[in-house]
Every structure is written in C-alpha cells, then in structure tokens.
C-alpha cells in the first residue's frame, strides 16, 4: 500500500501536498525546449520556457535535465509581482528557519525526523521512522529551491549551498545508500526518498561533485531495481507505476543512462489500457487504487501529475512516449477527471484518505489542504497534459480550466495559497490570456459503476452519491489516516448550489475534522459507536452486496444501494432520482438489531465558524439559538437560508438540530494538527428508532432552492407520483418531465413497468413523440431479461447490441441478452411514440 508524510508547502510531487510544478504557460514545451539560466536574478523576471527554435543544449541529456529544471521551477513569472513575491518570501523564510534547525546528527539530519529504526521492520514504528527519511529529503528539496528561485533572500546563497551539500551527503552516508536494508514502508524508499532526492540533484547539478552524483544514482539502483517494473501488479500500477517511471526516467537523465529513460518510457505503456478488475482507468471513466477504492482526486491526481510531467519531460526526445494508447489516457480528461470537478475543487467522495490531510502537524503555517486544494493541482496537470494531446482537446481544456478556476470563488486561485510557485505561474498566464474564453461544465448525469460513484450536473446545481459494494470499500484508512470516515460510502450525497461561490467551500472548510460522522448527508447509519478504523485498513471494510449503481440517459439518472451497515446488522435498500432542480430520495426496508437507534440523514449543512442560516419549517423560523433541537411530527417542508429546500411527500417526522461541534484533525489523521477546529451545522434526519423494522423515508432535496420554490413544490401534489418505495421495488414519475424511474430490487411490476429480474429502469417521454428507455444491472447477474412498458410504441429506433427482441405495439417489450459483461452500463434504448 502507498503511504505519504505531511509535506512543506513547496513541494510539489507528494499525495499529500500535490500542489506545484503541474501546468504549462507556454506551447513551448510541447517541443524540445531550454530552461533559463542556472539561478535567475531576483531583480529579474523568470524567463519563460524558451520557445523550439531557440538553441538547446547539445547534449541530450542536459536539454532534459534542463527541461525537468523549469517543470519544477516554472517561468514566466516576475518574483516582483504577488502573489509570488510573498510566495518566494515564504518559501525562503521556510528554508532559512530547516537551515537553522539542521543538525547532522546519527540516524537524523533534524532532531524532529529522525530515521534511525532502532527496531527496524515494517511494523507501525518502522513506517513512522522510514517515513523521516522522505520527510528529510522533502527539507532538503525546499533548500534547493530557495536556492535557486528567485526572490527567497537566499537565490544563489554559499551559505545555504553549502548546507545543502552536507544535507545530501549526511543522507547519503546514514541511510539512503546501497548498504542500507529497507524498514518501514516501502513507499518511502522506492518513490518518496527517490523522487526528492533526483529533483534535488537535478536543481543542484552545476554544484554536485561526479561521486555524489555516483552515490545517489547507485543508491536509487539499490531501492528502485529495473525489477520493480518488470510486472504490472502489486504496489507497482496506476499512480504508483507512473511514480516509479519518474523515479526510473530522471536517474537516467542525471547520469546519462539511455537504458533507464528507454525502461522508464517503455514501463509507462501498461498504465494507459482500460482495466476490468483491481487498480487502473475503466471504461466508464471510474479510477480506482488500492483495489477497492475511487481515487480519481488523489492517487487519479498523481497519475495524472506524473504522466503529464512525463510527457512533458520526454516530448520530442529520443525518448519520446508515443504509445498510440496514450490517447485513452487522454480521454480521461473529459471522461474521469472533469466530471468530479465543480468550480475549482475535486469532489470527496473520490479523494480516499486525502480527506482527512486538512492540516497537518508538521506544517508550521498549518495551510489546509481541501477539495480546492486538490482540484486546483489536477487543473493545472490537465493544462500540462494539454500541451501533448491534440490542438482540438488543448482548447477545449483551457476553457474548461479557465471556467473552473474563474468560478472558484472559496479557493481563488490568484490567492497562491492551493499552488506552488511552478504551477501558479503557469495558471495564472491562463487567466491573464484574454484570447481563452471560460466555458460551463458539461450538464448531464455520469454514472461510474466500477467504482460506485455517480456525478450530476444541472442548471441549477452539482451533486454526487457514494456507494459501496464488495467491490468497493465504505471507506479506506491507513497509515493513520482517514479513521472516521466509516458512512461516507453509505449513500452520502454530496451536493453544490450552482453560482453559489461560498457553498464551493462546504466540505472545505473544516468539515471533516467536525462534521458528526454518524450523521453524514444522505445516509443511513446505525448509532452503534464504532471503532477508529473499524473494518480494516486499505479499503478491507466492504459489505457483502453487489447492487450499487443504476441507469441513466445522460441528463437525468436512477441509482439505488442495497445498503448493509458497516460492522452493523442495519439494512436498507436506498434510491436516489437526479432530475433537473431536484433529487427524489427514498428508503425502505430500514431494519436492524444492533440495539441501537437508525437514522436517515436528509442533510446535515456547514454554516462556518459563525454562521446562522435562518432554518424555516413548513414556513416557520425556528431558533437560531446554540445549541436546539426539535421534533416535528408531520413535516411537510423545510428552508435553509442560502442553501435549499427539502419537501418531504405525504409529511414525515423531522428532527432538526442546530449545534456547534469541536474537533481536531488529529483526531482523524495521526498526523494532523491538534489545534481545535470549531463550526456551526444544522442537521435534518429522520429518527427511525431503536431495532426499526421495515422504515421508510421519502424527501425530495431541491438545492439552492429559495423558500417560495420549496413551499410551491411541497403544495404541488401533482408534481411527484411515489409508485413503489418497498424492499422489493422502488420507482417514482414525475410528469412534468415525463421521467419514470424504478428499482426493481425483484422481478415485478412499479407502474406500468414489468420485469423478470432484478434491474434499474429509467424511462423519459419527450415532447417531440420519441421516449428513451435505459435499463441496467447493477447486480452483474442478470443472464437475460424482459423488460414491458405499457405504453404504445411506434417503433424502436436504436437499440445497443445486447437487445436480442423488440416489439412494438400497444406495449413496448424489450427481449435483454446477457448483462453481465456490460459492467453495470446502462442499455439505452430509444423509440418513437404512438
């Protein structure tokens, strides 16, 4: 398994601190380009990446190195001008206070890392002392880009040269060296410790003698042998696969090792074909690491870093990946990292344990790191990557990019608080570039079944739902890390307010380390205390269930959870509706015998540090006072100012809590800062009781709803048609849309829907006389399937290839194949109206 240690502020390669040295400012690079001089003077702008026709180093090797250079160091930017004078202030004032502290000692560089393992194995010690060892070199990293930045106060200074010198060789001589055994865990030494190590050397190549050259490339060879590629599998695939190319690639740019780059280019093929099982890119746009987990916004976001980099670094050299598979790669762009991206941040719900990196311990200007954050840093990769797919996809990602970032209004980019300087500057040429036009995204429904996630964009707003299956884990921890997010693949519905700029920070601003993990959004959890970590580490907590997905048509989309509690006898079949200003929610079957009370959660709303959003319901203000809590018996509707609406069809007992909640984030992540985090929630569930036996729930959720829409809908009784909500069916009409949407947990009938298996159908009537008819099976069972709609039908006019028999008629009768190889993908079906 991958681990990761609390990085500085300027480093930009690590899972935890992926922030800098990921975009481009200048076509430039897509073809062989130089670097500016060795140390740029303060005074002086940094020059930008040198166009193809200017003269390049003759030796190949330097022209890379070079190249590698100005990936890291970025260009183009004046260190004059904020916000990078403050950044590369910051950055000097960092490196002068390591500098400071720096005391070679036995089995350490500083007092606070030491490395030494007394015991050394890889138990949790061993992991904490290996992980010293990358925390070191990270140190060393930001003396060497003080030293060679502009504007730090330290650009070219002897003194810090000579500190940096003696840092690499107390390193070389202590631990990372062909002598040493490996201890701890094996990320430290094979990615970690090399990574920064070669960046180091690169950025200090001028100074560095030929035997320490010699010792860093023969230790790299020690820890990081050409076998760690040799097979695509166990820690070497996906993101980490791409880590170790990089590793690989640059200990044969800094010696001169043609053998090594050709290793490192050839290594990278088996990343790009789509996988079916374990670690990789799907077809349906899902990415998943560590076997069992969506991963898009953390290790997708490594991957993603590291491969645009590669690119970059090796474009139009002898090295050059030309792979013609690079271009599914390429296509995840649009199909696996767009769709969970909304106005500058990456989703949750696909960034793993990173969640809970708010702030970390070892971070003395303890930023935090969120979605904003994260989305920033996989933004300014998309823009590198950009520079080697076609002119056609670079333009359309500009736009996109610069629409994210422009609508980011929590996370303001121009701040340089989410990017280091190299990423900034590249970022920031985007934006001053009046000839890109900011587009929308994309509206429509995504569904990604592979790894139990759909995304939803409307008009009017952008929500997601996580699931989990045996296939995919409630939740991953380790190393520490992530220890109390056991709901959040409980059917936690995240969900933004379009054009609503601060609801962008929902989740960002000390959410995790205070939100009440039994009471996450849109689940339904047992009250059963569980333990930190409870169900294993490395996505080992999964239920034994297989339906998690459903069907969509591309705008609007039908998905449900066969629910089991986590280390619970808490069971519920949930189903969520995505439709134009709305989500339809319903829950059935909600039973349990752990002796403990069940909830369902309808929202539970961060109001910040002092928030007081006016809670009305069914059109009363209730108190505003710290902390309340009420029980409303038969409520129709609620109000949250300055964030939406809730209806609740047909009326329902509501619980509505207002409360301030204090946390840590070391108390979720070992190695997060203890200093308290204290926000304001307003929380509405439904209490279901002790041991409930068959509850239900139905609420429709209507984001960034004012009060008069919400109170409207409550009124229309017309608007929504509940059809089912049982544990053997689930379905909704909303007529107006002309939607139908139903879960057949069972062969049966919901409307005028018949089936002979257990599958998800979503049916939407137009008003130009044709209707598409989507089917799924999210179980992956279903060997064949009648599917019968009461309703005249003219003619089918497309169908995909597993529809063996359509008739038409006064019914449309669909005649389904095998659905077990489609991977839970929607059929869709279209046809023409009587």
Same mark, same amino acid.
């Given at each position: 398994?991958?681990?990761s240690?609390?990085?500085?502020?300027f480093?930009?390669?690590?899972?935890?601190?992926?922030l800098?040295?990921?975009?481009?400012?200048?076509?430039a690079?897509a073809?062989?380009?130089?670097?500016?001089?060795?140390?740029?003077?303060?005074?002086?702008?940094?020059?930008?990446?040198a166009?193809?026709?200017?003269?390049?180093?003759?030796?190949?090797?330097?022209?890379l190195?070079?190249?590698?250079?100005?990936?890291?160091?970025?260009?183009?930017?004046?260190?004059?001008?904020?916000?990078?004078?403050?950044?590369?202030?910051?950055?000097?004032?960092?490196?002068a206070?390591w500098?400071?502290?720096?005391?070679?000692?036995?089995?350490?560089l500083?007092?606070?890392?030491?490395?030494a393992?007394?015991?050394?194995?890889?138990?949790?010690?061993?992991y904490?002392?290996?992980?010293k060892i990358?925390?070191?070199?990270?140190?060393?990293r930001?003396?060497?880009?003080?030293?060679?930045q502009p504007?730090t106060g330290?650009?070219?200074?002897?003194?810090?040269?000579?500190?940096?010198l003696?840092?690499?060789?107390?390193?070389?001589?202590?631990?990372?060296?062909?002598?040493q055994?490996?201890y701890?865990n094996?990320y430290?030494?094979?990615?970690?410790?090399p990574?920064r190590l070669?960046d180091i050397c690169?950025?200090?190549?001028e100074?560095?003698s030929?035997?320490?050259i010699?010792?860093?490339?023969?230790?790299?060879?020690?820890?990081?042998p050409?076998?760690?590629?040799?097979?695509?599998?166990?820690?070497?695939?996906g993101?980490?696969?791409?880590?170790?190319?990089?590793?690989l690639?640059?200990r044969?740019?800094l010696?001169g090792?043609?053998?090594?780059?050709?290793?490192?280019?050839?290594?990278?093929?088996?990343?790009f074909?789509?996988v079916?099982s374990?670690?990789?890119?799907?077809?349906?746009?899902s990415?998943?690491q560590?076997?069992?987990?969506?991963?898009?916004?953390s290790?997708?976001?490594?991957?993603i870093?590291?491969?645009?980099?590669l690119?970059?670094l090796?474009?139009?050299?002898?090295?050059?990946?030309?792979d013609?598979?690079r271009?599914l790669f390429?296509?995840?762009?649009?199909?696996?990292?767009?769709p969970?991206?909304?106005?500058?941040?990456?989703?949750?719900n696909?960034s793993?344990r990173?969640?809970s990196?708010?702030?970390?311990?070892?971070?003395?200007?303890?930023?935090?790191?969120? %979605?904003?954050? =994260?989305?920033? *840093?996989?933004?300014? !990769?998309?823009?590198? +990557?950009g520079? /080697?797919?076609?002119?056609?996809?670079?333009?359309?990602?500009?736009?996109?990019?610069?629409?994210?970032?422009?609508?980011?209004?929590?996370g303001?980019?121009?701040?340089?608080?989410?990017?280091?300087?190299?990423?900034l500057?590249?970022?920031?040429?985007?934006?001053?570039e009046?000839?890109?036009k900011?587009?929308?995204?994309?509206?429509?429904?995504?569904?990604?079944?592979?790894m139990a996630?759909s995304?939803?964009?409307?008009?009017?707003?952008?929500?997601?739902?996580?699931l989990?299956?045996?296939?995919?884990?409630?939740?991953?921890?380790?190393?520490?890390?992530?220890v109390?997010?056991?709901?959040?693949g409980?059917?936690m519905?995240?969900w933004?307010?379009d054009g609503?700029?601060?609801?962008g920070?929902?989740?960002?601003?000390?959410?995790?380390?205070?939100? %009440?993990?039994? =009471?996450?959004? *849109?689940?339904?959890a !047992?009250r059963k205390? +569980?333990a930190? /970590?409870?169900?294993?580490?490395?996505g080992?907590?999964?239920?034994?269930?297989?339906?998690?997905g459903?069907a969509t048509?591309?705008?609007y989309?039908?998905?449900?959870?066969?629910?089991?509690?986590l280390?619970s006898?808490?069971?519920?079949?949930?189903?969520w509706?995505?439709?134009d200003?709305a989500v339809?929610c319903?829950?059935a079957?909600?039973?349990?015998?752990?002796?403990f009370?069940?909830?369902?959660?309808f929202?539970?709303?961060?109001?910040?540090?002092?928030g007081a959003?006016?809670?009305?319901?069914?059109?009363?203000?209730q108190?505003?006072?710290?902390?309340?809590?009420?029980?409303?018996?038969?409520?129709?509707w609620?109000?949250l100012?300055g964030?939406?609406?809730?209806?609740f069809p047909?009326?329902?007992?509501?619980t509505?809590v207002?409360?301030?909640?204090?946390?840590?984030?070391?108390a979720?992540?070992?190695?997060?800062?203890?200093?308290?985090v204290?926000r304001?929630?307003v929380?509405?569930?439904?209490?279901?009781?002790?041991?409930?036996?068959d509850?239900s729930?139905a609420y429709?959720?209507?984001?960034?709803?004012?009060?008069?829409r919400t109170?409207a809908?409550?009124?229309?009784?017309?608007?929504?048609?509940?059809i089912?909500?049982s544990?053997?069916?689930?379905?909704v009409?909303?007529?107006?849309?002309?939607?139908?949407?139903?879960?057949?947990?069972e062969?049966?009938?919901?409307g005028?829907?018949?089936?002979d298996a257990?599958?998800?159908?979503?049916i939407?009537?137009?008003?130009?006389g044709?209707?598409?008819?989507c089917?799924s099976?999210?179980?992956?069972?279903?060997k064949g399937?009648?599917?019968t709609?009461?309703?005249?039908?003219?003619?089918?006019?497309?169908k995909?290839?597993?529809?063996?028999?359509?008739e038409?008629g006064?019914?449309?009768?669909?005649?389904?194949?095998?659905?077990?190889?489609?991977?839970?993908?929607?059929?869709k079906?279209?046809?023409?109206?009587?």
């Open positions: 398994m991958t681990s240690s609390p990085q500085p502020l480093s930009p390669c690590s899972r935890r601190g992926f800098a040295g990921t975009a481009a400012a200048s076509a690079l073809a062989g380009l130089s670097a500016g001089p060795a140390i740029a003077a303060a005074e002086e702008p940094v020059p930008a990446l166009a193809a026709e200017e003269p390049v180093p003759a030796d190949e090797f330097a022209r190195r070079a190249r590698w250079r100005t990936l890291y160091l970025g260009g183009g930017f004046s260190p004059t001008a904020e916000p990078f004078r403050s950044k590369l202030a910051t950055l000097g004032a960092q490196a206070s500098q400071r502290s720096m005391s070679p000692a036995a089995g350490s500083w007092p606070d890392a030491v490395f393992d007394p015991e050394p194995d890889t138990d949790t010690e061993s904490g002392f290996s992980e990358q925390a070191s070199y990270d140190r060393i930001v003396l060497a880009e003080a030293f060679c504007g330290l650009t070219g200074d002897d003194s810090l040269k000579s500190a940096i003696l840092a690499i060789d107390h390193m070389s001589s202590q631990v990372y060296n062909t002598s055994a490996r701890g094996w430290n030494w094979q990615i970690g410790a990574q070669l690169v950025l200090m190549y100074h560095l030929a035997d320490r010699a010792a860093a490339v023969q230790a790299v060879d020690h820890f990081v050409d076998s760690v590629v040799a097979s695509y599998t166990g820690t070497s695939t993101a980490n696969r791409v880590d170790l190319c990089r590793v690639a640059l044969g740019i010696d090792a043609p053998a090594k780059i050709a290793l490192a280019r050839d290594a990278i093929s088996p990343v074909p789509y079916t374990g670690d990789g890119l799907y077809e349906d746009g990415l998943i560590h076997t069992y987990v969506a991963y898009t916004g290790y997708g976001a490594v991957l870093d590291g491969l645009s980099r690119f970059a090796l474009g139009g050299s002898t090295w050059a990946i030309t013609p598979k271009q390429l296509d995840s762009v649009e199909k696996a990292y767009a969970f991206l909304h106005d500058g941040l990456m989703m949750d696909v793993g990173a969640i990196r708010g702030v970390a311990a070892s971070d003395p200007l303890r930023i935090q790191q969120d %979605d904003h954050t =994260r989305g920033h *840093g996989v933004i300014a !990769s998309i823009l590198l +990557l520079l /080697g797919a076609s002119a056609e996809e670079n333009t359309r990602w500009r736009a996109l990019a610069k629409g994210w970032l422009t609508r980011d209004h929590y303001d980019v121009t701040s340089g608080r989410t990017l280091g300087v190299a990423a500057s590249r970022v920031t040429a985007l934006l001053d009046a000839g890109v900011a587009s929308a995204e994309p509206t429509g429904h995504r569904m990604f079944p592979a996630r995304a939803h964009r409307t008009g009017l707003f952008t929500a997601s739902v996580s989990a299956s045996k296939a995919i884990t409630y939740y991953e921890n380790g190393n520490g890390e992530n109390r997010a056991w709901h959040t409980s059917g519905l995240y933004w307010a609503d700029g601060a609801g920070g929902q989740y960002s601003d000390g959410y995790w380390p205070t939100v %009440d993990p039994y =009471r996450l959004p *849109g689940t339904t !047992s205390p +569980l930190d /970590g409870e169900g294993g580490i490395w080992a907590a999964r239920p034994d269930t297989t339906w998690v459903g048509d591309g705008t989309g039908t998905v449900a959870q066969d629910l089991r509690g280390a006898t808490m069971r519920a079949k949930k189903s509706f995505f439709l200003d339809v319903l829950g079957g909600i039973t349990s015998t752990d002796g009370g069940v909830e369902t959660v929202d539970n709303r961060s109001l910040g540090r002092d959003a006016e809670l009305r319901i069914d059109g009363r203000g108190p505003a006072g710290l902390p309340s809590s009420a029980v409303f018996p038969d409520a129709r609620a109000h100012a964030h939406g609406g809730y209806v047909g009326g329902t007992s509501l509505a207002r409360e301030e909640r204090t946390g840590t984030w070391k979720i992540n070992g190695g997060g800062s203890t200093d308290p204290t304001r929630y929380t509405l569930l439904a209490e279901h009781g002790t041991d409930p036996a509850a729930y429709v959720l209507m984001p960034g709803a004012s009060e008069a109170a809908r409550a009124a229309d009784s017309d608007w929504l048609d509940i089912a909500n544990v053997a069916r689930q379905a009409r909303v007529p107006s849309l002309g939607f139908t949407g139903s879960t057949f947990w062969p049966g009938t919901a005028k829907v018949t089936v257990p599958l998800s159908v979503q939407r009537e137009r008003r130009d044709t209707a598409t008819v089917v099976d999210p179980n992956r069972t279903v399937c009648t599917v709609w009461r309703r005249p039908v003219k003619a089918v006019t497309t995909p290839s597993t529809v063996t028999s359509a038409t006064r019914e449309l009768k669909l005649v389904f194949g095998d659905l077990r190889g489609a991977g839970g993908a929607t059929q079906v279209t046809v023409r109206l009587v």
